[in-house]
């Protein structure tokens, strides 16, 4: 049960909508949600097809540049077109189209337990010929470079012969809109094609992108379940499929396409395409979706949430879940965009998004994919390196702002570089994967050095004022406010990031002092520098106001006037899009969660008090413009005991993506807030917390649901977690022991153990 998403809507919004909800991907490749027939002038698309990391390069224009601004923008390709299948009934010229004829039935469905998506229909051609259509697609899984449709063809009212026109399309282009600074506008990144060719009856395109010059190819292949002879076309830029059957029963095709890129397969992309494709010969269609059930239930075992008492939120969250398995880069050069596989919107960069989003959902129930994405980021600490010496540091390593390969593409300053906080949002992920799975290896040969080199950029960022250490000109997560001295969610994950430098370097020291020589030798660590961080993470300054009892987002912030929310019309929201961004930075107004991400992130810090207290604060001047705020602020009302605000923040961060309610889902899918869903339920209602001392939880339920289940992997044992009603139930499913504390008192498990308690109001 609530398994599938399904939409009936021909809308063009709502279509647009549809592309990015039935997106397919499997981390390396995705292929939006468009119809394989097309669409008619006039009814708008984004058709696209991406392949994780694949980018070209474009020049920045800036109307006035200062030293240091990035020069080169990354941009995700949209990649060869492999979608189009056109079906033509007899002699009719006009192929099918759910635009014209009669659409006497169209339904279709994205399933999150099989792997595919479907779209059944059942339609009237003009000339009055009736035909039922199954299309059915998946990106697989387990073949990261496949993309298969099949299409099944059933005269209702006739027999007669059926027309099958395949296309693979190398002249393709990106999705712009001038209008919006969050897809990018047109310019010099495109796709040039090298060449399009049959070989027999497999169609081969190659392009090339013009600046990067990355290759990528498509190899692509029919087969039918009737004896057809295929014709084949090359056109410009594309190669053309046909072949005429007879239509007397059902007719299916099954179109088998291949994805090669040169980052990963080296510069015979074609040869590796037509190789790989060769390899498919003799698999049928039930094959790979049994492939795909098999990889799933594997995933859906560890991964899965299950809420009783609401139907919708049950496949909300499954949902959110599946796209993030369909985001996740799983190889050494890609990790999550913001939008994943799903769109264009920004770029196919990857922001904070990831570490402090989507990977606690990795790291907490597939932490093999999480170390990899971790790994990726290491990957990036030489290119971070070079930009920590742009930036003026003379030690240590600055992440990007939003990046593919690890040069800074964020053109905007003050809403981009000034964003330090991502050195120690990284540096926290790292530290969270660490204390939630015991990778020591991860620690000493990759961690540790993640750590030390962000910690010496905070070094260099902060400095000594009468005893306590702050960090200057920085902006927090908050976009509406920027450029600031001691904002409180920066100051506090610094900290975070020093103490666990100095710990790291320490720990490591005493287990293993070679490796340890080795790291400081390369990194020419002195010995004072983990006394140095140790200092200053106990020195940091945390902003506090004790008028209002609760901690200033910055030194500023309290200061400035209230935004005017009581004249700001409804259609001005989100204000990014209406106000030049200097109006928005003299007032107090939050696009995102800021202070109260860092109560949430590092509870230790404050009181209860100063946190209830805040949140109440915040709450009223924040708009939740950026989509990565409404789950915090729900995990914050959970921990602060509101159990029904946390939940109303829940349904408003669930439906999203489901409901368009940032307006621009057709841009692609909102991956940290869909990350920030699972956060929601795991660490916001059953309060999950990983901390130095261990695993703690706190359940509650909301009074809507019945219950709620879900499993968390920690430190190689699996902990199941079951609300129901009263009742909280948990059992040790994988695992020797586990201790952990639950609602403050410790507890134990053994092998196999279910222990059942009361749940807390
Ligand atoms: C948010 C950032 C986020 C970015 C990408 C922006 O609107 O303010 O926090 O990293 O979107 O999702």
């Known amino acids: 049960m609530n398994w599938t998403i399904s939409n009936q809507s021909l809308d063009p919004q709502q279509l647009l909508v549809n592309e990015s909800l039935f997106s397919l991907g499997n981390g390396y490749l995705g292929v939006r949600g468009n119809f394989e027939e097309g ?3 006039g009814v708008p698309t984004i058709r696209g097809t991406y392949i994780n990391a694949f980018h070209d390069l474009a020049a920045i224009h800036y109307g006035e540049k200062a030293f240091g601004y990035p020069e080169v923008r990354q941009k995700l390709m949209n990649l060869i077109d492999a979608q189009t299948i056109r079906l033509y009934l007899d002699d009719e010229t006009q192929p099918f189209s759910l635009f014209s004829g009669d659409v006497v039935h169209f339904e279709r469905t994205l399933d999150l337990q099989y792997g595919f998506s479907e779209r059944l229909i059942q339609w009237h051609s003009p000339a009055g010929r009736e035909i039922m259509i199954r299309f059915r697609r998946l990106v ?10 099949e299409v099944t063809v059933e005269p209702v009212n006739f027999s007669g012969r059926l027309k099958i026109v395949s296309t693979v399309n190398g002249d393709v282009e990106n999705f712009s809109d001038a209008s919006d600074s969050r897809v990018a506008s047109e310019d010099e990144a495109h796709l040039d094609v090298l060449s399009a060719r049959n070989d027999g009856a497999v169609s081969l395109v190659t392009d090339q992108a013009h600046t990067s010059k990355r290759k990528v190819s498509c190899a692509a292949s029919l087969n039918f379940s009737v004896p057809a002879e295929t014709q084949l076309a090359v056109l410009p830029g594309s190669v053309e499929t046909s072949a005429t059957v007879a239509l007397n029963g059902p007719v299916t095709v099954i179109k088998k396409t291949i994805y090669t890129d040169s980052l990963r397969h080296g510069q015979q992309t074609e040869q590796t395409a037509a190789a790989l494709l060769r390899g498919l010969d003799h698999v049928p269609f039930s094959k790979l979706l049994e ?54 919107g920004y770029e196919g960069h990857y922001f904070w998004d990831t570490e402090i989003f989507m990977l606690p959902f990795f790291t907490l129930t597939q932490p093999e994919l999480a170390r990899g994405l971790l790994l990726f980021r290491y990957g990036l600490l030489d290119s971070a390196r070079r930009r920590a010496r742009v930036m003026g540091h003379r030690k240590g390593a600055l992440f990007p702002w939003r990046t593919i390969t690890g040069s800074e593409c964020s053109a905007f300053f003050p809403a981009g570089t000034a964003q330090y906080h991502i050195n120690a949002d990284i540096a926290y992920s790292c530290v969270q994967y660490y204390l939630a799975t015991g990778d020591d290896d991860f620690l000493a040969r990759f ?51 020093l103490y666990w430098a100095a710990k790291a370097a320490g720990n490591l020291k005493a287990a293993d002092p070679g490796c340890y020589t080795r790291l400081s030798e390369r990194l020419q660590l002195t010995d004072r520098e983990p006394e140095e961080w140790a200092h200053a993470a106990k020195a940091m300054y945390l902003p506090y106001d004790p008028e209002r009892g609760i901690n200033p987002q910055d030194d500023t912030f309290l200061q400035k006037a209230v935004w005017n929310f009581a004249e700001t019309p409804p259609g001005n929201y989100p204000l990014l899009l209406h106000y030049h961004p200097l109006t928005l930075y003299r007032y107090q107004v939050c ?151 639950l609602y403050d008192q410790p507890v134990e498990l053994k092998s196999g153990q279910t222990a059942v308690f009361p749940l807390h109001r």
Request: hydrophobic fraction near 40%; charged fraction near 20%; include cysteine.
């Open 447 to 497: 961690g540790a050095e993640i750590l030390f080199e962000t910690a010496r950029v905070w070094m260099e960022t902060g400095h000594y004022l009468n005893g306590s250490f702050r960090v200057d000109g920085v902006t927090g997560p908050d976009e509406y406010t920027a450029i600031v001295d001691n904002n409180y969610y920066t100051n506090a994950m610094a900290k975070y990031n």
């Open 591 to 741: 696009k995102q969660a800021d202070t109260v991400l860092a109560h949430f992130l590092l509870e230790d810090e404050q009181t209860l008090e100063t946190m209830r207290r805040s949140f109440d604060y915040y709450e009223k001047v924040t708009t939740h413009d950026s989509s990565l705020s409404t789950c915090i602020f729900s995990i914050m009302a959970a921990r602060l005991g509101d159990t029904g605000k946390a939940y109303d923040y829940f349904k408003t961060a669930a439906r999203i993506d489901l409901d368009n309610t940032q307006g621009n889902t057709r841009d692609g899918l909102h991956l940290a807030n869909i990350g920030g869903t699972w956060m929601a339920i795991v660490f916001g209602f059953a309060g999950v917390r990983i901390k130095e001392n261990g695993l703690s939880l706190r359940p509650v339920l909301p009074s809507a649901w019945k219950g709620y289940a879900f499993r968390l992997v920690y430190h190689g044992r699996v902990l199941s977690v079951s609300v129901a009603g009263e009742q909280l139930e948990l059992q040790l499913t994988e695992g020797s022991r586990l201790s952990f504390k």
């Open 291 to 344: 492939e795909q059930q098999t990889y799933l239930d594997r995933f859906w075992r560890l991964s899965d949430v299950r809420i009783t008492g609401s139907p919708a939120l049950q496949t909300g969250i499954r949902f959110n879940l599946y796209q993030l398995l369909q985001a996740a880069g799983r190889d050494s050069v890609s990790s999550i965009a913001a939008k994943g596989l799903s769109g264009e």
């Open 39 to 41: 669409y008619p002038e």
């Open 140 to 149: 697989s899984f387990v073949r990261r470079e496949l993309f298969a449709i």
